[in-house]
């Protein structure tokens, strides 16, 4: 394995952008657009794609920097299943 003081160096990197999509969402994007209000709302469907915070980097800041979030908990302890339940989730919600 990997030696655990580089593991979680790694993890507190994936953590930096994690936060700061959180902080972004509350902030900018809102959570009631975050859990789907967009789809629902026609008052949402109008507004126009959020440009500020961490949306700024990327059209899609939910999907590229929030699920770094999953890969935190196996990098920290160093866990091998961990880090394939992340990588599975990391790739499956492009398959949707």
């Known amino acids: 394995m990997v030696d655990p003081i580089w593991m979680e160096v790694a993890a507190c990197v994936a953590l930096i952008p ?3 999509l959180f902080y972004s969402v509350k902030r ?3 959570f009631a ?3 789907g209000a967009d789809h629902f709302d ?4 109008a ?3 959020e440009r500020r915070g961490i949306f700024r980097f990327t059209s899609n800041g939910m999907y590229v ?3 770094l979030l999953l890969w935190v908990p196996g990098l920290w ?3 091998s299943a961990a880090l394939v339940v992340a990588l599975f989730n990391h790739l499956y919600i492009w398959v949707h």
Do not use: E, L
Not at 42 to 45: G, L, Q, S, T, V
């Open 18 to 20: 994690a936060v700061y």
């Open 28 to 30: 900018y994007f809102t």
């Open 33 to 35: 657009r975050a859990f």
């Open 42 to 45: 026609p008052a949402y469907r």
């Open 47 to 49: 507004m126009p794609f």
């Open 65 to 67: 920097f929030g699920f």
């Open 77 to 79: 302890w160093n866990s």
